[in-house]
């Protein structure tokens, strides 16, 4: 399934280390290992395509179903007043892995996010802390 190379993809495999807050059997989720703010949430399907144009219909809804059910997950482990939802597409809208994901961002009154070049990496032991509080917040039916 998917591509070799594609870092997704890797983590679809359990190839790479990846803090999951939910799977099934068409995505996961995964905190980003450069986080905008704590509890940054990937949602990510797990068939490989590189932009939204090329997943089915279907697949969209359940992607974005999903995204809602991790997003009220995330706001109410990290206590976030708001929550923005954003997906690139293409190098020129900020794209930089071609597989397509959907950001879950926390977000709080006030606060300015920071530029891409002052986000820090995080560590394994701390996106698996955050992982764990979101975890129990994840609404699952069938």
């Excluded at 995330?74 to 708001?82: F, Y």
């Amino acid at each position: 399934m998917g591509e070799v190379s594609c870092i997704f993809c890797k983590i679809v495999r359990r190839q790479s280390p990846a803090s999951y807050v939910y799977e099934d059997e068409r995505v996961i989720a995964v905190l980003d290992i450069w986080p905008l703010n704590e509890g940054h949430t990937l949602v990510i399907p797990k068939r490989h395509y590189k932009t939204v144009y090329e997943v089915p219909d279907e697949e969209v809804a359940h992607l974005y179903k999903v995204v809602k059910k991790v997003a009220l997950a995330v706001k109410r482990a990290v206590g976030a007043e708001g929550i923005s939802i954003t997906q690139h597409n293409g190098k020129a809208a900020g794209q930089d892995v071609f597989h397509v994901h959907v950001h879950v961002i926390p977000r709080y009154e006030g606060q300015k996010l920071p530029k891409f070049e002052e986000i820090q990496e995080a560590s394994r032991e701390k996106l698996d802390y955050v992982a764990n509080k979101i975890k129990p917040y994840i609404r699952h039916e069938s």
